[in-house]
């Protein structure tokens, strides 16, 4: 897919504040400092489009970015920093919780892991309280750059190894770095083919 326009639409913290449920929309979710901001600016090929700092915590709001005059993609603020609380059985907030319960257009959730680290509870957790409420979901290993090919290998056939335990067939799985561009034909394929498949 080519990406010929993404801009900057709209940044807040209440899901009736988001653009009108009228497009297509993919979101990026997972732990602070994972890298999602870094992946929505290697995806558009816009490396200014989105926030990124070293600092976990960094966006804090839902962001969305219209694609192409025809579709969303929405950054959300990492979990496990900021946003969540104590007494949220999945330290989600509120906010990310009544968004991905309630976004009509949602098409998917893309769930980004940190290629370097081991399949945290967290992170299970979560994918599989999106699973139980029949939300759709792909994983995306970030920062694929940071390690060798075959540490790399064994990071993918853990994180496999771990999901074949409770899911019958995998979800759609990807490797990235925002770094190097690995897994941009990839991912945006696949959103290719989500919104055709809708269409
Ligand atoms: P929050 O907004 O805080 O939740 O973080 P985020 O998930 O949006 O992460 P962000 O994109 O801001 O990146 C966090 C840090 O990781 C930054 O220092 C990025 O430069 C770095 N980073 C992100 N993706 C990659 C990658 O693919 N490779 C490498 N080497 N560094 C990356
Ligand atoms: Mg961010």
Not at 18 to 40: H, Q, Y
Not at 54 to 80: C, E, F, M, V
Not at 114 to 132: E, M, N, Y
Not at 180 to 187: A, D, I, L, S, Y
Request: charged share 20%.
């Amino acid at each position: 897919m080519v990406i010929k326009t993404a801009e900057f639409v709209i940044s807040n913290t209440q899901i009736s504040l988001c653009p009108s449920p009228d497009k297509p929309e993919f979101a990026f979710i997972g732990r602070s400092n994972v890298g999602k901001s870094s992946l929505l600016n290697m995806l558009t090929g816009r490396n200014k489009l989105a926030k990124v700092s070293t600092r976990p915590g960094k966006t804090q709001t839902i962001n969305h970015y219209l694609i192409n005059d025809s579709w969303y993609l929405a950054d959300l603020p990492g979990y496990g920093f900021a946003v969540a609380s104590q007494t949220n059985r999945y330290q989600w907030s509120k906010m990310i919780e009544q968004y991905l319960l309630t976004r009509e257009n949602l098409y998917c959730t893309f769930i980004l892991l940190d290629a370097r680290l081991t399949p945290q509870p967290k992170d299970l957790d979560f994918i599989h309280w999106l699973g139980g409420k029949n939300i759709p979901l792909a994983l995306v290993l970030t920062k694929a750059d940071k390690l060798s090919r075959n540490e790399l290998a064994s990071s993918i056939s853990l994180y496999k190894k771990t999901l074949e335990k409770t899911w019958d067939e995998l979800p759609p799985f990807f490797v990235t770095s925002a770094e190097t561009k690995t897994g941009r034909e990839e991912v945006l394929g696949f959103i290719a083919e989500a919104l055709e498949r809708h269409n």
